[in-house]
């Protein structure tokens, strides 16, 4: 069995690299370093123990080594907005009128045709502009621009 624990340790970080590799997060990095780090104490030592001690010890202590440095990256690092929420404070054109009864129409944004929903009950005509203040679902919710 010994002689087969640098391969299992491969084998573990390889399946930690592509757990990492899938997420989106920083979730199993430091188990990879332990890993290859058991792995290669293996080559060392057959005691299985002192291995685990090595695959234990590296993964935490990378991890409480490292976090300080993710934690600051993450807290200067600005998401990008991708898919709807790109269009969130942008203005768009209503394509119908929304009166306040229905408080429902169509507004075209970034060449995209959304149903509109007002926030407040103002009376909006087809061609006036709106701000986009949420999306709820599948719908937007604005407001009559003014100008901004």
């Not at 199993?28 to 002192?50: D, K, N, P, Q, Y």
């Not at 990256?73 to 709807?84: F, I």
């Amino acid at each position: 069995m010994e002689e087969y624990m640098p391969f299992v340790w491969i084998g573990i970080a390889v399946v930690m690299a592509v757990g990492e590799a899938v997420t989106n997060q920083l979730v199993s990095i430091w188990f990879v370093v332990g890993a290859l780090c058991a792995a290669v104490s293996s080559l060392i030592t057959s005691s299985v123990l002192v291995q685990v001690i090595v695959f234990i010890v590296i993964a935490f202590g990378t991890l409480i080594a490292t976090k300080p440095i993710v934690d600051k990256y993450k807290k200067n690092h600005k998401d990008v907005k991708t898919n709807s929420d790109r269009l969130i404070g942008q203005t768009g054109v209503m394509l119908t009128d929304i009166d306040t009864l229905e408080a429902v129409g169509q507004v075209k944004v970034s060449g995209e045709v959304w149903t509109a929903k007002l926030k407040n009950p103002t009376p909006v005509k087809k061609d006036d502009k709106v701000k986009i203040l949420a999306i709820e679902g599948v719908k937007m919710i604005v407001e009559p621009w003014q100008g901004e």
